[in-house]
């Protein structure tokens, strides 16, 4: 038996990074294995199902494989910000972040990939998606920050990234603001903070 929970994680990926925005949050303590996609170590791949990051194995050898049951996990032992009372539609914008939104954001970003898709038109989708969120956050997604934000927010970090001058000229000031504070929050200067790959054998990085 493990006596702390692994960390499978890649420290640019959305759904590692809010697999840790929530572990940090939760001050829950995890050994954390930084890995290079392009080369899995076989202790990763025997312990991930899906062979993706992130993956979570807690003490108890149970493996948590999608970064959203991470999340819940990790603030089901402390949430000291409460991020799991949210409205039931926090659920449903987080459903369409991962859905809707994630397929086009994956055929702008990643267009050469996706030879016989129009990118365009994927990122009109994904452009819709941010135009309604706009109308939604005051502030935030809804009166304070919930996992609906912390869920959604690596995500619209990566859009942003595709081309930044093209997103700052959108017509989405709350989303832009929300999106400014926490790309200049200490919550994501935490969790991005560069770490050596994992090697068998070497000591394990405490997270947070």
Known sequence: MRMTPVLWSF??????????????ASGVSVALREIA??????AFLADS????????VTSAGEVIDESLDIM???LAQHDPE?????????????????????????????ASRYPDTD????????SAFCAELDGQIEGWVFARPTLADMAMLPFL???????KPWFDAQPWPHLQDWLGRFLA???????MQKYPLWRHGQPEISFP
Request: charged share 25%.
């Open 11 to 24: 420290r640019r990926c959305p759904y590692a990074m809010r697999a840790r925005l929530a572990i940090a």
């Open 37 to 42: 996609l392009r080369d899995k170590p076989a």
């Open 49 to 56: 199902p899906s062979s993706t990051v992130p993956c979570l």
């Open 72 to 74: 819940r996990w990790a």
């Open 82 to 110: 409460h991020w799991l009372d949210m409205p039931a539609e926090g659920d449903d914008w987080i459903a369409r972040c991962d859905g809707p939104f994630k397929h086009a954001l994956d055929r702008v970003k990643y």
């Open 119 to 126: 990118p365009a038109l994927h990122l009109g989708t994904a």
């Open 157 to 163: 970090r990566q859009f942003a990234m595709v081309h």
């Open 185 to 191: 929050s200490p919550e994501l200067a935490s969790i």
